[in-house]
């Protein structure tokens, strides 16, 4: 019921007791018939996610290579191999032949019938009269109608007879691929408080691997399975009558719908209970099994209704229509607006930002590091200082000082406009000196005027011009003061 809602959407009331079926697999199922190598290597990925297979057991899994099945290697039932390879050799239209749509048309009639006498106590386990199956048999091979409810066939008959349809595929329902992927899912269990593997199934996980894993199955082979396990599912809610639970169902049916074909017991003998408990499973929770996951549809979803390809009519129309022509300039502003209030709002933000970090920079305290980040300032004319419109904190009151150097990081931390004042002013004197030096050494000329004494003469004019220029950066801090 929940993979299949009825939705009424149309207004004529001439038509309202016919409901429109609504499938919301719809996507998924169209993906897998039209694009099949998209479809597998999504479904795929996500097993991978929820199943460890390594590289050849993946392989097996996507058909790249044959798969390595348990007892191909060994000869100690060959005598039974080759005595079901005999009995195959005899091959009908729906027995014994790879599956069809037609045989899974033949052989619903067995199952419809089955649905309605599932009260037979021993059902698929009691076998049915052999004469009565090899009827039925040759009718369901050549084609013919059989009416089931005339009371010719018991149920066990009936029941016998769709084991023996399983049995004799060339393959088994789950198929040779997909063999080892249902062993590890047998292995999923739960993880305790500190990351160890408990013996608890993790039913959820279970679930959603058997999910994504039959939805890569071959259509026919899905189409059976669905109505096999739903059929051993309602048996097993009648087993108060018919005295089969789903663990001696599973048991009934696990050598036909898991096992590898031409393969015994003993060369199942380590896993055979894995496999019995992954049908059981199968059975108790098959009305779960066969709806795509929630991520698996809006994948599909998207990859169709993404692209405007597959816009219905009705929105096509929409857009052609001549009041649409009208809406696309208010569209257009409307759109424009938008995009200039995200562009002032974010402007916003980004100078909120600065300030408060010219804030934070302004606060620290005094270090080379500080004014390092003040000068980083100054350099950008869009960063926000101390002059600009945004209001700082007051400074703290600090001891003046009369030292040069004192005067120097006032001035930092003030305006820039000083500090650029007193490197213009600066700068230029030292040339000056170092020129006028230059010059009078070479006004020298010869090496005995290069004596100490004026040498020492022109460290003092040097130390006199220096004095000055200090002189002249404290007149102008006093008056800036």
Known sequence: SDAICNLVICNDSSLRSQPIIFNPDFFVEKLRHEKPEVFTELVVSNITRLIDLPGAELAQLMGEEDPKLPGANSTASGFFRSLMSLKRKEKGVVFGSPLTEEGIAQVSQLIEYLHKNLRAEGLFRVPGNSIRQQILKDALNSGTDIDLDSGEFHSNDVATLLKMFLGELPEPLLTHKHFHAHLKIADLMLFDEKGNKT????????????????????????????????????????????????HNLALMFAPHILWPRNVTANDLQENITKLNNGVTFMIKHSQKLFKAPAYIRECARLHYLGSRAHTSKDDLDLLTSPGSKELQPLKSQKRSRLDSCHQEETQQRTEEALRELFRHVHNMPDSAKKKKLIRQFNKHPSALTPGSDVATPPAPRRTRSRSFSGLIKRKVLGTPVILERKSRDTTPEPKRVSKENVHLLQKCGSPAHTSQAKLKTLEGRKEESCRRVRARLLSKDSSSL
Request: hydrophobic residues 40%.
């Open 199 to 246: 013996s608890t199934p993790d039913k959820e996980r279970q679930i959603e691997a058997l999910q994504l894993l039959f939805l890569i199955l071959p259509a026919p082979n899905r189409s059976l399975l669905k109505l096999l396990l739903d059929l051993l599912y309602q048996t097993a809610k009648k087993q108060d009558k018919n005295k089969m639970s789903a």
